[in-house]
């Protein structure tokens, strides 16, 4: 499993809409799941500093092969709130890929690891 950080630059008072968005996929995982899945990666963590940046770590088997031309995207009722969220909220052309250094855990190996005591 691959792991990827993205920063993106919020609009002042966007936290809230992020809120909204992060409600909307709890109560309705299927629809953004469902496209995830079909793009080839995921959403895993939303993180947010005092400065306005949203910071996203996405998951993919293997994010050379992830959906590049949405064009053949089924897509569902959660399409149209997430573009209202980045509309509303992303500063145009902020979007920055930060390089990842190491993943320690690319296999999921923390999940068989026990504490000595």
């Known amino acids: 499993m691959e792991s990827k950080l993205l920063k993106v630059k919020l609009r ?10 992060i409600e909307y996929i709890k109560q309705k995982p299927n629809e953004p799941f469902s496209e995830m899945q079909q793009k080839g990666y995921f959403w895993d963590s ?8 949203l910071y996203m770590v996405l998951k993919s088997e293997d994010f050379s092969s992830i959906m590049q031309d949405e064009s053949s995207l ?5 399409r149209s709130h997430y573009e209202k ?10 979007y920055q890929d930060i390089e990842e250094i190491f993943c320690f855990n690319k296999e999921l190996s923390f999940l068989g690891i026990t504490q000595k005591a």
């Open 12 to 21: 002042p008072n966007s936290k809230e809409k992020i809120l909204e968005l």
């Open 46 to 53: 939303f993180f947010m500093d005092g400065e306005n940046n």
């Open 74 to 78: 089924i897509e569902t009722e959660f």
């Open 85 to 94: 969220f980045r509309t509303e909220c992303w500063v145009q052309a902020s």
